[in-house]
């Protein structure tokens, strides 16, 4: 190990070498921006200075051929300056109006979706699915390529009440997070203990540790010590999984998808709100999960006619109802959608408000 | 040498449609690319993916893999299935932390593609939910060289497992008119005071720091770190007379009446008669929305800022928690004010590693030992500010009443002075 190379232990890096001149300069000194038109945004310094972002969707699984074409359109027709915003889009930063044109239509050309600013629906926030987790029920790239597919008018253009974020997760830890539509998985089966492997591999006390219902307990099993779930409390949620892997929860049937909306991050006009259950039972169905992004469409579309604007999706339920919510995007109502969690007495009706 | 394709029907499917297609960005890597080794790696990634979607399956195993003096940063990928498709069975991601706020330039890109696809698979993210640039595909041998390399120009490994974690920020300052802090300073001064503690996993289990510049909170602070810092203002928001009766103007009393005045969650607004607009300051909780909705006309004042929340997290394992005000309000303008934000976060933090249990986030142990215990522990007085309303259950003994009110009007007397 003598000749091993002592790493610098740099952290993060100063962004101040990276970021655009103008923005160096006018920094903390910005007075408005405005929305010229879908995907590009203007915003202008108290000095006079004015920046032009040009944002565009990617496949965010970048390949570095699509790495290097992004960089060479930002050599190219912008200023060598990039921004990458929480969803993964990526922005061009330009000082000269117009290079504003030229600059879309090159990401155009190149396959890149210029839009996702404002009203619209912007890029999915999405995790790694099959392509590269160790727990995943189903893919997040594919799909999230699959849904964009059907909503890339909806990114390209600001036609919604308010902007809207779209959140996948491969498993109910919810990587993808909060959205104002989730699509989640959602397991229905407890899991498979394969019984010769739970004693070299996992830990066992604290897979117990780990169950959020006290469904697992130590067994002995064909005289080898093992592990047991309880499947009468197991509410599936997968837990146990990662710290044990032979306690296999995915199946190919069993794990479905589930619907969850009204998540919002923002303090604006309200306190941030969790996402809440309106589907489940949706299968996992690659390579284009066609009835989850159905049920999506249906939402939006609801959503986009429903809404006043300025509405998140949570804000138009709390204006319409939730019973008026069901009937309009034609889902059932059943008794799953009845909180049982800690706190689920605060999510019930004591009062006389109801919509006829 | 040719290499043998895997067949990918289902796959191909995910390159029709308008959106880019991440299928075709690996088959390019697979069919054009210089190198073999990445023509060969990504054909069996292809292949092992295509498996996943027949079966619907994931195939890949955890591990440990990380790289010299660090205990973390890698997330080790090793196939079950590596036997059929045996160039890609080793495929660790490399978390690499982002400059704060996610900037850079082309040239600093291509660098890092360059070292990239010299050692990986050419596939690369920016970012992931945690807000690390993933590096997705090295062998074990790799991941050392390859950090070794960005390492000596200025990259580092970002958190993984129970360490704190590679922060975010928003854009602010930089490039945003509703910035009411200097959000980069935040984000790599609490960040990089606990670089060993990022390398080093040795904390009950995560620890996120995010930083927004203000409300509207573009970075998902409140609900997805542990140590959420939120940029806000206590004086009076500007408003510009002029610009407001512009927006009247253009969209008319009814539009301003409707999406602004009766909007404000606190009823702090009004329209006057001459069209200008009248802000009760004392009930405004600074949301956000009138100033997203006229942002010509109404900006943050000048005594700015921030609200520092804890405990924010996702399901796992007593359900969604959002982060709890701990700090109102505390300025950051002095090195001295950073330095104290810094500080409240080593002593939360080693207040945590001390009495969280294994695998409990902040916000759990928080839940589990009561917050008014918590704030006893890290040593910062109770503040109405902190709650939705007090307490509703009379179940609680209140013999310390009499102190505790004391001690009340002394910090109300303190704070008048």
Request: glycine share 8%; proline share 6%.
């Amino acid at each position: 190990m003598a000749d091993m190379r002592e790493p610098i232990e740099s952290g993060c890096p100063d962004p101040w070498q990276y970021m655009h001149p103008v923005m160096r300069k006018n920094f903390g000194q910005w007075k408005y921006h405005e929305h010229p038109r879908p995907g590009v945004l203007r915003h202008v310094a108290f000095s006079g200075d004015e920046i032009w972002t040009v944002k565009a969707g990617t496949q965010r699984i970048l390949d570095v051929f699509s790495l290097r074409k992004l960089c060479d359109i930002g050599d190219q027709y912008a200023d060598g300056h990039v921004h990458f915003t929480i969803r993964s889009s990526i922005e061009f930063l330009v000082t000269d109006q117009a290079k504003v044109e030229p600059l879309i239509q090159a990401l155009e050309e190149a396959g890149f979706i210029v839009g996702g600013t404002q009203n619209s629906v912007t890029m999915i926030s999405h995790t790694q699915g099959w392509l590269h987790c160790d727990i995943p029920g189903t893919d997040a790239s594919g799909v999230v390529k699959a849904m964009m597919d059907e909503l890339i008018d909806e990114f390209r253009n600001t036609n919604m009440p308010n902007r809207v974020h779209i959140t996948t997760s491969c498993c109910q830890i919810n990587c993808g997070g909060q959205g104002d539509i989730a699509i989640n998985v959602q397991h229905t089966k407890p899991p498979k203990i394969n019984h010769d492997l739970v004693a070299n591999v996992c830990e066992r006390p604290s897979v117990v540790a780990r169950c959020p219902v006290a469904a697992i307990r130590p067994a002995l099993v064909n005289g080898k010590p093992s592990l047991e779930v309880d499947e009468r409390k197991c509410i599936c949620c997968g837990a146990c999984y990662p710290p044990c892997p032979p306690m296999q929860i995915n199946d190919a049937e069993h794990t479905k998808l589930a619907i969850w909306v009204g998540g919002n991050h923002s303090n604006a006009r309200g306190k941030p709100t969790f996402q809440k259950l309106v589907a489940a039972g949706i299968p996992n169905n690659p390579p284009r999960w066609p009835e989850a992004t159905g049920i999506v469409k249906r939402i939006l579309k609801a959503y986009k006619e429903g809404a006043r604007d300025w509405e998140r999706i949570n804000e138009w339920i709390e204006r319409i109802g939730w019973p008026r919510f069901f009937e309009e995007v034609e889902l059932p109502f059943t008794k799953y959608h009845i909180d049982t969690w800690r706190g689920a007495r605060n999510s019930f009706n004591a009062s006389t408000y109801i919509r006829f | 040498m040719a290499i043998q394709k895997h067949h990918t029907p289902m796959l191909d499917q995910l390159e029709e449609g308008p959106w880019p297609s991440f299928i075709s960005g690996i088959k390019r890597l697979r069919d054009q690319h210089p190198d073999a080794r990445i023509n060969e790696v990504t054909n069996d990634l292809l292949g092992q993916l295509e498996h996943s979607y027949e079966t619907r399956k994931g195939y890949w195993k955890g591990g440990t893999v990380s790289v010299y003096g660090y205990g973390g940063g890698i997330i080790p990928r090793f196939s079950e299935v590596g036997k059929a498709f045996p160039k890609s069975k080793e495929f660790h991601t490399i978390r690499v932390q982002p400059p704060a706020g996610n900037h850079y330039s082309t040239a600093m890109l291509r660098q890092l593609a360059d070292s990239w696809e010299k050692h990986g698979s050419g596939l690369v993210t920016f970012h992931g939910q945690t807000g690390n640039i993933m590096f997705i595909g090295a062998d074990t041998p790799s991941t050392q060289r390859f950090f070794d390399e960005i390492n000596d120009y200025g990259w580092d490994l970002g958190g993984a497992g129970p360490c704190v974690r590679t922060a975010m920020s928003c854009i602010g300052s930089a490039r945003c008119e509703m910035s009411c802090t200097n959000e980069l300073k935040a984000h790599r001064l609490l960040v990089n005071n606990f670089t060993d503690d990022v390398h080093r996993p040795a904390l009950p289990y995560k620890f996120k720091f995010k930083v927004s510049g203000c409300a509207n909170d573009c970075q998902n602070a409140i609900e997805r770190s542990d140590f959420a810092v939120i940029g806000t203002w206590r004086d009076d928001m500007k408003v510009d007379q002029a610009e407001v009766k512009a927006y009247v103007a253009q969209k008319g009393r009814q539009y301003i009446i409707d999406n602004v005045v009766t909007r404000c969650p606190t009823h702090a607004l009004s329209l006057n008669d001459d069209n200008t607009l009248a802000v009760n300051n004392r009930d405004c909780v600074r949301c956000m929305h009138c100033l997203n909705v006229m942002p010509k006309a109404l900006h943050p004042g000048d005594d700015k800022g921030v609200t520092i929340l804890i405990g924010g997290k996702r399901t796992l394992k007593i359900g969604d928690l959002m982060g709890t005000v701990v700090v109102p309000f505390k300025k950051l303008e002095t090195e001295e004010d950073y330095e104290s934000m810094v500080e409240l976060a080593e002593t939360i933090i080693d207040f945590w590693a001390e009495n969280g249990l294994e695998h409990e986030r902040c916000g759990e142990m928080i839940e589990r030992i009561g917050l008014a215990n918590f704030l006893e522990g890290i040593g910062i007085e109770p503040d109405p500010n902190m709650l939705s309303h007090p307490r509703q259950s009379s179940y609680i003994r209140m013999d310390g009443w009499d102190e505790a009110a004391e001690e009340w009007f002394e910090r109300q007397a303190v704070a008048g002075e």
